[in-house]
């Protein structure tokens, strides 16, 4: 791919989907409606963003509309940086209240996933022979709580995938050297990881940071999966096409994105 435009909507794909398959996009934070600090396309309206909800909703229709997609066959889910995997097997009703969860699956076409991100990594799954697919939000707490790896396991007990077919992406979100934690996350990291632990924690000039790309990579090859592809896009060195709240200071929107089976 990697970028693409549709109108002013620019957004990433990665290579190693079928785009005959699937449908799939990050997209960037240009093209929309909003204004300073949320410019332009902020799909976010929690209580952090503070963003109008109205032109929230018209700028989540421009990227549905963007890539073809009907905005009412959205499944999007309330994100509380846990564990839990929802598997949609129908679009979310408007007024219905979202489900707090951080993995979304599904094998139907009419439903189309999206969830939002600022930092945090989004990691896009397709498996092509049970056709299922997928979308994980892991900041460092779904990391340390293996968030991607509970979502494999769903993907095998719920649909009978195999690992070894999973492709999976680990889109735009924050890079290590951008990324210093404490001593808690230092101990969180240690605890779920062990002797690998070390190598996600690099240290410069005295800080310790997490390395969330490399850790939710071992995490997928722990599980069985074999092909993974890392965007390499830091959402801290690059404002003009992303949001980061590490950067921007918390003020700043959501990115999103969305994956569905084509029909």
Not at 123 to 129: G, N, Q, T, Y
Not at 201 to 219: C, I, S, T, Y
Not at 251 to 262: D, E, M, P
Request: net charge negative; charged share 20%.
């Amino acid at each position: 791919m990697p970028f693409s435009q549709t109108n002013s909507i620019r957004y990433y794909g990665f290579d190693l989907f079928d785009s005959n398959a699937i449908t799939h996009a990050v997209f960037t934070r240009q093209g929309g409606l909003s204004p300073e600090p949320w410019s332009s396309l902020n799909v976010g309206a929690s209580a952090m963003v503070l963003d109008d909800h109205q032109r929230v909703r018209n700028n989540r229709i421009l990227a549905f509309e963007a890539l073809k997609r009907d905005p009412a066959s959205m499944y999007d889910v309330w994100q509380v940086h846990s564990a839990d995997v929802i598997c949609a097997g129908a679009p979310r009703p408007s007024d219905a209240p979202h489900i707090k969860a951080d993995a979304i699956l599904t094998d139907n076409p009419e439903v189309t996933l999206f969830m939002r991100f600022a930092d945090c990594v989004p990691i896009l799954l397709h498996d092509p022979v049970r056709r299922v697919v997928g979308i994980v939000h892991a900041g460092w707490q779904g990391t340390v709580k293996m968030t991607i790896s509970a979502t494999i396991e769903a993907m095998v007990e719920r649909y009978l995938c195999k690992p070894k077919h999973i492709l999976a992406g680990i889109g735009p979100s924050i890079a290590a050297h951008h990324y210093q934690v404490g001593t808690e996350v230092v101990a969180k990291v240690r605890q779920s990881f062990g002797e690998s632990a070390d190598d996600l924690l690099p240290e410069q000039n005295g800080a310790v940071q997490f390395d969330l790309w490399r850790a939710n990579r071992l995490l997928l090859e722990q599980a069985g999966v074999h092909e993974v592809q890392v965007s390499g896009l830091c959402t801290a060195c690059d404002t003009e096409d992303w949001f980061s709240h590490r950067a921007e200071k918390g003020q700043t929107g959501r990115f999103g994105v969305l994956i569905a089976l084509n029909g």
